[in-house]
């Protein structure tokens, strides 16, 4: 059980993939999306993955995270359960200073959307920002991935 800090933001550019060091595909769904706790099942290349995670804290950078490893076998199957709107992402890894940038690009009804996270040991601690960093979205739910697949990013334009 931990708490996490993290923040979140929107990526103006591909450069980020020029500083990638690594990059793998991603598959999830949501068993529960509520607002007090979201029950995630993650598909990451080969290995499953089952999460619990708590209501975020009203300016949206800290939550509870409790997370398990289970087979990609229990994890397909599990998908099959998931409400609708499986996220398809691939999730780049750029590090900067003592810090890494978790970059996910998305796919499916989400393509176009782009967004950085960055974990944190404290919630004011400094960070350098790169170049493609762009606006802000800590705290804004529709960027939560629990939301992309109810109200996916496509819709969102007008």
């Not at 933001?9 to 591909?14: A, D, E, K, Q, Y």
């Not at 967004?115 to 800590?138: C, M, R, T, Y």
Request: charged share 35%; hydrophobic share 30%; glycine share 6%.
């Amino acid at each position: 059980m931990t708490v996490e800090i993290e923040r979140k933001f929107l990526v103006t550019s591909n450069d980020f993939k020029k500083e990638a060091t690594t990059s793998y595909r991603i598959k999830q769904g949501f068993l529960n999306s509520h607002e007090e706790r979201v029950v995630r099942v993650r598909l990451k290349e080969d290995k499953g993955y089952l999460t619990v995670k708590g209501k975020s804290s009203e300016d949206g950078l800290i939550r509870f995270e409790w997370e398990r490893e289970i087979s990609s076998q229990d994890a397909e199957e599990l998908l099959k359960l998931c409400e609708r709107g499986i996220i398809d992402k691939i999730r780049y890894e750029v590090h900067l200073g003592k810090h890494t940038f978790e970059i996910d690009e998305f796919f499916g009804d989400n393509e176009g959307l782009i967004i950085a996270e960055i974990e944190l040991q404290a919630k004011h601690e400094n960070f350098k920002k790169p170049d493609w960093l762009g606006k802000e979205v800590s705290g804004d739910i529709k960027y939560y991935n629990s939301q992309l697949g109810k109200q996916p990013y496509k819709s969102w334009k007008s």
